[in-house]
């Protein structure tokens, strides 16, 4: 008798052990350096509750916003170590694994959102894979904006950024690149020191998208704004390939659809946020310069062939070039 329930007893942990399996609850931190509140957390958290309801609980998704586990960089060696299992990055983040991705955002190269919309559509397999190939899944590779030139003094050719005391990520190697084949020696700081250097004085220009110089109360350090497009701001969201394979094919399915719907609704929030930023810069009193364009025409073409090897195949810029060219 006790051995028959013993036998009952095993066979039940057994099964016990075997049935949830297939509803047990996935969960992925994904972190950002948005801040909480900004369009990027509040949409990351939309998605999070659709994804979470849809799944009924199977796939949680939480958030880490404000630079909470650090920066771009930081995130993606959290990943790598398996500390985190995603995160919506900028461009030093998504290179930082694929660096062939940034192709999209040297300066000069697609300045129009429908274009780059176009182009981001006809090469997104092949970025996929690139990042598929360095243990990652990308589910979604769009834009926060345009950058554009903030400054104390007005720029309107790039010789007049030599007295400007221009600005640089640490990690930002296009921006390097285009003050280098300038001529200018440009000041490379963590974005979050940034703030700290307006304030006294040590930066005096600096790029950034017209909202997110609002947002983080860069603009109010800045009295011109040269109209001019020097690059697409990059956004994309990645998962771990490991954290992926946890889950079912029809929770991947669904993981997409949710975040590549949500990366649609933010795209053309984040756009529209831009057209106003500009408009409410220029009653805040921002003078806006017009550039002489020749001048940035032939700089951002040696940006563009000085980065070729570094970042991306020529092959891959001719590409771009060439699919540029035929949307216009």
Do not use: C
């Amino acid at each position: 008798m006790r051995r028959t329930q013993a036998l009952v007893s095993l066979l039940a942990f057994g099964l016990l052990a075997v049935t949830p399996a297939a509803a047990q609850t996935v969960t992925l931190e994904l972190a950002t350096e948005a801040p909480e509140g900004s369009l990027s957390t509040k949409t990351l958290r939309a998605a999070a509750a659709e994804l979470e309801e849809r799944s009924k609980g199977r796939v949680r998704l939480l958030v880490f916003g404000h630079g909470q586990r650090g920066g771009d960089v930081a995130v993606v060696s959290q990943m790598k170590s398996g500390e985190l299992q995603g995160a919506a990055l900028t461009a030093p983040g998504l290179g930082a694994i694929a660096k062939e991705v940034l192709v999209l955002q040297v300066p000069g190269l697609v300045s129009d959102y429908q274009i780059f919309d176009a182009v981001r559509s006809k090469l997104s397999k092949r970025f996929e894979k690139a990042f598929l190939e360095q243990g990652f899944v990308l589910l979604g590779l769009g834009d926060t904006g345009y950058h554009y030139l903030f400054s104390r003094t007005p720029i309107r050719t790039p010789a007049d950024l030599k007295g400007g005391k221009p600005w640089v990520a640490s990690s930002d190697t296009i921006f390097s690149s285009l003050y280098r084949l300038a001529g200018v020696a440009a000041t490379p700081l963590p974005t979050a020191e940034l703030l700290q250097n307006l304030t006294t004085g040590g930066i005096q220009t600096f790029t950034a998208s017209p909202f997110t110089a609002i947002v983080l109360s860069w603009f109010e350090f800045a009295r011109y704004l040269t109209n001019l497009k020097l690059g697409v701001a990059l956004h994309g969201v990645v998962v771990t390939k490991a954290s992926w394979d946890q889950l079912s094919e029809d929770d991947r399915k669904l993981l997409r659809e949710v975040m590549a719907r949500w990366q649609t609704v933010f795209m053309a929030k984040v756009r529209v946020a831009n057209t106003d930023a500009v408009k409410a810069l220029k009653i805040r009193g921002l003078e806006v310069i017009a550039p002489e364009d020749s001048a940035w025409d032939a700089l951002n073409r040696r940006v563009q062939d000085d980065l070729t090897g570094k970042l991306y195949p020529r092959e891959l810029l001719d590409e771009v070039r060439a699919l540029v060219k035929a949307g216009k």
